[in-house]
């Protein structure tokens, strides 16, 4: 299983970005898919999650701002990241868990500044 996230950038505070993971090889249907992120010198924390059926969880830090969504039939996974603030930044990691697997992708880093 391979994951391939693109769409990080440089933004300014209150600007967007949209955050994309394509996933391939052999895939179980039933799985979970989420955004991690890691800023310099913090532990990598949960930013959204979304199940194969859709059901999301998001940390409260991004609720609102954010949305996770996923096209099952492309194996793709999407984070609209909306009014972005300083402490978003990060390296934001795609992240596909079923049965006893988990896997993760390289990162791709968004820096909000102005």
């Known amino acids: 299983v391979q994951l391939v996230e693109s769409g990080g950038g440089l933004v300014p505070p209150g600007g967007s970005l949209r955050l994309s993971c394509a996933a391939s090889?052999?895939?179980?249907?039933?799985?979970?898919m989420g955004w991690y992120r890691q800023a310099p010198g913090k532990l990598r924390e949960l930013v959204a999650g979304i199940t194969y059926a859709g059901t999301t969880n998001y940390a409260d830090s991004v609720k609102g701002r954010f949305t996770i969504s996923r096209d099952s039939a492309k194996n793709t996974m999407y984070l609209q990241m909306n009014s972005l603030k300083p402490e978003d930044a990060g390296v934001y990691y795609c992240?596909?868990?079923?049965?006893?697997?988990?896997?993760w992708g390289q990162g791709t880093l968004v820096t909000v500044s102005s």
């Open positions: 992240n596909l868990k079923f049965s006893r697997y988990d896997y």
């Open positions: 090889g052999s895939i179980n249907r039933v799985n979970v």
